[in-house]
């Protein structure tokens, strides 16, 4: 067995923004088929210390970045989790990231550093005598891991997993004593970045071996356009980097089994899905296909693209209907074209059980994203016979095929990809789809290749085992 300690700042069901919440409350379980024993250590936030159920306290600081804090081991939805209860950190009302305005903690650095900071302490000491094997850390949060471990002299090996490379927590130099960084290692060699302190940069140098949630988001970091400043240092250390593509949870996930929905096992049963779903959103009939989104709204998912490129949606007779939230200018761009438009509904906040029912209803699920490591709604969909129409770019490039001639041709083809990533590109992808969806018998063999596309998560369950025994083996 290998003894793995995963490092991050969300995990479902427990706590949520987004998919990094996903990857960390699922992959837990499929490693465990591979060997592998993950325990978690997660921020105590306020919004979960009530649905832990029994904690043990473990360890005591006095002084954990400001304040006395414990750490509490306990088991829920089958995850073990280590639990930093550090109050002046985390029992906070507000967001897990920023308040209630969406303004970034002020503490965010320390907050973080005490989750890294913790995680360090465990590899070094053990918590009730469990000591892990290998670190693995997860997205900037994670990201001074490393240094830590080097300031305790701990020789486990660190792995990191860049999940959007276009957060690197980064915070003023001035920060260095009260971050316990040393000033020795303030260079750029290590976790300085433009004469900052870069989280993410601390986890580029230092990890044994990086990942990424897919292997065309891979090869897109080593370029200035995706690499946002860390291409260069990511193009250094290409022989430790690696894609390895994100599954989905295929409990959760189950249209035969989801109890938000009405079952199914075969594209047949949507309809049902459809007529409830269009109902949910005040839509009326329509001929085309009813397309969702469900996303974060923000500059990377390509929202501002999808707005201008719907009249061509429209005038196929498709539909919208979409779940998010996120930048206010987005949320009222979209208010207003579904004020516009009767064959357009949006709902502006974050709903876990109506993305079900949006996967099971709706015929198509657009992810027009500028940058998208690996995305998972465009996995669902292919699960839930929802055709993905996706940007060519990351994850989306790597799990969809493109209803090309040939791809057609040979009866292989399970969603539409658009490139380049502009609106114009994203409206003719919307005639494809029109198209496409008035052929019944190609569209139904679409998806049925889609409901039957491996999107669990055991393959990568084993390339991660195959990485943690690689550097068990050469730590040896
Ligand atoms: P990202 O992590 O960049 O936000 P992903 O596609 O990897 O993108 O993951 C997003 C996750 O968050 C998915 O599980 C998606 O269903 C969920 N999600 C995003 N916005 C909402 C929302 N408004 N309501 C419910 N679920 C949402
Ligand atoms: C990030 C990415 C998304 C990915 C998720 C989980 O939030 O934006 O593409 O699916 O992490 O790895």
Redesign the pocket.
């Known amino acids: 067995m290998t003894q793995v300690l995963f490092v991050v700042s969300e995990c479902a069901p427990l706590i949520k923004t987004?998919?990094?919440a996903?990857?960390a409350g699922a992959l837990p379980q499929a490693l465990a088929a591979h060997g592998c024993k993950v325990r978690t250590v997660l921020p105590g936030y306020r919004a979960i210390m009530g649905g832990l159920g029994k904690t043990k306290v473990v360890e005591r600081y006095d002084d954990l970045f400001g304040g006395p804090a414990t750490l509490r081991a306990c088991s829920v939805h089958g995850l073990d989790l280590l639990i930093v209860d550090a109050p002046h950190l985390f029992d906070r009302d507000g967001g897990i990231y920023g308040d209630a305005a969406g303004l970034d903690w002020p503490d965010n650095p320390e907050r973080f550093a005490a989750l890294s900071y913790v995680a360090a302490m465990i590899a070094d000491k053990g918590a009730a005598g469990w000591v892990p094997d290998i670190v693995h850390g997860h997205d900037w949060q994670a990201g001074l891991t490393p240094e830590y471990l080097h300031a305790l002299g701990v020789a486990v090996p660190f792995v990191f997993t860049v999940?959007?490379i276009a957060f690197h927590g980064n915070t003023s130099a001035e920060r260095l004593q009260d971050l316990r960084l040393s000033s020795d290692r303030f260079d750029a060699d290590h976790f300085e970045f433009w004469g900052q302190i870069s989280a993410l940069k601390a986890a580029l140098a230092g990890a044994a071996k990086i990942t990424t949630?897919s292997q065309t988001y891979a090869q897109e970091l080593l370029t200035p356009e995706f690499g946002i400043g860390m291409d260069g240092i990511l193009r250094a250390r290409r022989g430790d980097l690696l894609g390895i593509v994100?599954g989905i949870d295929e409990d959760v996930w189950n249209p035969a089994t989801d109890p938000d929905i009405k079952p199914y096992k075969t594209a047949a049963g949507k309809a049902a899905n459809k007529t409830a779903l269009r109902k949910t959103f005040g839509l009326g009939k329509s001929d085309g296909p009813l397309c969702v989104l469900v996303s974060r709204l923000t500059e990377?998912k390509g929202i501002d693209l999808l707005l201008r490129a719907l009249p061509e949606l429209l005038a196929g007779g498709g539909q919208l209907a979409l779940l998010g939230s996120g930048a206010p200018e987005l949320e009222v761009a979209l208010l207003e074209a579904a004020s516009e438009h009767p064959n357009v509904a949006v709902k502006i906040g974050y709903d876990e059980a109506l993305s079900h029912k949006m996967m099971a209803g709706g015929d198509a699920i657009l992810v027009p994203s500028r940058f998208?490591?690996?995305?998972?709604t465009q996995l669902y969909g292919l699960r839930y016979g929802t055709l993905p129409l996706v940007a060519l770019t990351?994850?989306l490039a790597d799990t969809v095929i493109n209803a090309s001639p040939a791809a057609l041709s040979s009866g292989v083809a399970t969603g539409i990809q658009f490139n380049p990533i502009t609106a114009q590109a994203l409206g003719d992808a919307f005639g494809r789809l029109c198209a496409l969806y008035a052929q019944p018998t190609v569209w139904k063999k679409m998806q049925s290749n889609a409901m039957k596309q491996a999107v669990g998560w055991d393959t990568s369950a084993a390339e991660y085992a195959g990485i943690y025994a690689q550097l068990r083996t050469a730590a040896a």
């Open positions: 987004g998919g990094l996903d990857v999940h959007n949630v994100n990377q998208e490591p690996c995305g998972l990351g994850g």
